[in-house]
């Protein structure tokens, strides 16, 4: 999946000549009002979270992955509340790794 997505990537900060879709754009209504954006991927836990991540690049020729994630919290109040702040502590964790390029 990650080599599919780098496979196709296309030079920081340049954008394409107007009309023309990156190789991995999934055209049609993914992609309109100068942006690019890729078929998304999910990765599910069943029933309980999901991720959905969109490759994107804007009309100045930038890239960004979208990220949209979606996780049940517990049950309860304050259970909720713990699983909350566990979740924030996790991802400010990983946020900090993710912006890292891999080795
Ligand atoms: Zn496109």
Do not use: N
């Amino acid at each position: 999946m990650s080599a599919h997505l780098l496979h196709h990537q296309t030079a920081p900060g340049s954008p394409l000549r107007p009309g023309v879709h990156p190789a991995w754009c999934a055209r049609g209504h993914a992609c309109g009002l100068g942006e690019h954006r890729a078929a998304p991927v999910t990765l599910t836990v069943p029933g309980q979270a999901v991720i959905v991540l969109t490759r994107v690049m804007g009309a100045d020729g930038r890239q960004h992955v979208e990220i949209r994630t979606d996780v049940a919290l517990a049950e309860g109040e304050a259970q909720a509340r713990a699983h909350l702040a566990h979740i924030l502590t996790e991802l400010d964790a990983h946020l900090r790794r993710l912006i890292s390029l891999p080795c």
